[in-house]
């Protein structure tokens, strides 16, 4: 009965589909010339003991000295150390080659680069290109970030036999047995903030100290123009898989990016200060946010000044994940005009993820998404949330939260911003809450648009501290039902036409004396066996009608 009812609903809805037409950016494809070398011209062995670092280098060197083309790697075993690409390079892989970076740390140097939108040492990328115009990894094959010889792992996050199968491997367990890590450096490195941060008083040995902890992201394309990522498995990064940085005019389609679900840092795409982006047809299985929209942190993102913006994503597929399409919380440059369409998400943690916190700073505005489809998400459907405290969605079991303590500060240039969003044609069968809201007492989250949803889920709506938000056509489908809609200090809000359970216990909860102008229309309150709660100052002059 229940599936039946998802699906009329569903059926009914599409009729409702917003006419709103979008007004998408153009994003200009990278050009090659069709000269081709394969590495093997450069003494490359795909046994998967011999390194080939060099000679992919030096074709890639070569190719470039002649003006470009295809750097071409057969099917085959090839063990590496970092690749850098250059203008004019298509790296292809083809179907059956899989190119596997070596688990030898000594490989990768330290190089001044970004983390979490500030400047940092990092180990150098297994794939990297700075300035460079042009460039592509194109095929059919597979990029192994080898990244289990990187990460530490929780132990919450495996099973018994996967946790004692780790330890015997070696590496070095935290003070209280709790965390798995490949070295010494990287539980060093763990207990310092920020240890990677560049500093004058930071020589080369107090960097090497902690190496093994300054991760690296697999892919990062930094200040690059016209790029192109077709046809490829990118899995088993150390730390984010994908990451464009300041660039302009990338294509990805039909890539898989794939890290185990507890792949700490283990992002899909973090796509940083870019402009004119287009993701389409791929699929992410991840362990943290998957297609994630960043513009650098607090006041080096600010002076920075550079947002994500002109950005199209469409037909994407997302699983294990702790976000599907997100934006934050390193979002200090800002985001806008971002275009999300026809995407699913199946057991993503959260469905849609906007997140940021005091300090950020940053306006994240002009999002507009319709058509997403999702299943078995574990926490929200539909997030913003302006408390984000750098942790899982989901708690481990055992672990306990506190709520953040709710009190206004001046707002000035940290003071980040979310508003003019429009979602619409958003389904979800299951998911802890079907839309949390949580802005701050100074700047609320502001002007969104949510129309035409189903949403099933263990609780309803929940909307702190928001003014102009409006609901239409949406129906909300939960098993907890008091309340269904969980109003606190909010304003300016509109419910016109939202259908909820038959004998729901409360369909409203207003809360708050700052709470008022709250329109609700269209709406049967004789189905729920009380329609309107008010509580802790409110009352009910909060509404303009009932």
């Known amino acids: 009965m229940r599936s039946s009812l998802f699906i009329l609903l569903f059926l009914i809805s599409q009729l409702c589909v917003s006419a709103q037409q979008w007004n998408l950016p153009r994003v200009k494809q990278p050009v090659f010339r069709k000269d081709t070398v394969s590495i ?75 983390w979490e939108g500030i400047a940092q040492m990092r180990n150098q990328s297994p794939i990297s290109a700075s300035g460079a115009e042009h460039i592509a990894i194109t095929g059919k094959g597979i990029i192994d970030g080898n990244g289990d010889a990187w990460r530490m792992v929780k132990k919450d996050k495996l099973n018994e036999t996967q946790w004692k199968k780790l330890v015997t491997s070696g590496g070095v367990l935290s003070e209280d047995k709790k965390t798995w890590y490949p070295s ?32 690296p992201n697999l892919v990062v394309l930094s200040n690059c123009k016209y790029i192109l990522l077709e046809g490829i498995t990118f899995q088993n990064s150390p ?3 994908l990451h464009p940085l300041m660039s302009e005019h990338l294509t990805v389609r039909n890539v898989f990016v794939k890290n185990p679900w507890y ?34 942190r607090d006041a080096e993102g600010r002076q920075r000044n550079m947002p994500t913006q002109d950005v199209i994503i469409r037909n994407c597929t997302v699983y294990s994940s702790h976000g599907g399409f997100v934006i934050g919380s390193e979002m200090s440059g800002g985001a ?8 699913t998400f199946i057991g993503a943690d959260i469905g849609l993820r906007f997140k940021t916190t005091r300090g950020r700073g940053g306006v994240v505005e002009n999002i507009f998404i319709k058509d997403i489809f999702m299943k078995d998400i574990p926490a929200e459907a539909i997030l913003f949330d302006m408390y984000y405290a750098a942790k899982d969605p989901v708690p481990l079991a055992g672990e306990k939260r506190e709520l953040p303590k709710v009190e206004p500060k001046p707002v000035d240039e940290t003071t980040p911003v979310f ?61 907890e039902t ?50 309107i709660k008010y509580d802790l100052g409110a009352s009910d002059k909060s509404l303009i009608s009932k």
């Open 239 to 241: 730390a984010w898989c």
């Open 184 to 215: 010494e450096k990287s539980v060093k490195g763990s207990k310092m903030v920020n240890p990677g941060a560049v500093a004058a008083d930071k020589t080369p040995a107090f960097y090497d100290s902690v190496k093994d902890f300054l991760r």
């Open 419 to 479: 508003r003019n969003f429009h979602i619409s044609n958003v389904y979800c069968y299951g998911a802890a809450k079907a839309v949390f809201v949580r802005g701050l007492p100074e700047m609320h989250v502001k002007d969104i648009v949510l129309e035409n949803m189903v949403l099933q889920a263990d609780q309803g709506m929940d909307i702190q501290e928001a003014s102009g938000i409006s609901f239409r056509n949406i129906t909300v489908i939960s098993k």
């Open 40 to 114: 093997l011209r450069f003494n490359a062995k795909s046994d998967g003991i011999s390194l080939n670092t060099k000679a992919i280098n030096d074709a890639v060197d070569a190719l470039n000295k002649k003006g470009g083309g295809v750097v071409l790697v057969p099917a085959g075993l090839w063990l590496t150390g970092p690749v850098v690409l250059k203008s004019n390079i298509n790296l292809h892989l083809a179907a059956g080659a899989t190119l596997l970076f070596t688990e030898d740390f000594s490989q990768y140097p330290l190089v001044k680069t970004n």
């Open 263 to 296: 792949a700490q840092n283990g992002d899909g795409i973090d796509v940083e200060s870019c402009k004119n982006v287009l993701i389409e047809n791929s699929v992410f299985d991840v362990g943290d946010d998957a297609l994630c929209m960043k513009s650098g």
């Open 482 to 531: 008091d309340p269904v809609i969980d109003i606190t200090q909010s304003d300016n809000l509109v419910f016109d036409n939202v259908k909820y359970k038959n004998g729901s216990q409360l369909l409203f909860r207003i809360s708050g004396e700052r709470s008022n102008k709250i329109n609700i229309a269209n709406i049967d309150g004789s189905r729920a066996k009380e329609k």
């Open 336 to 343: 806008k005009n971002i275009y999300v369409s026809n995407c």
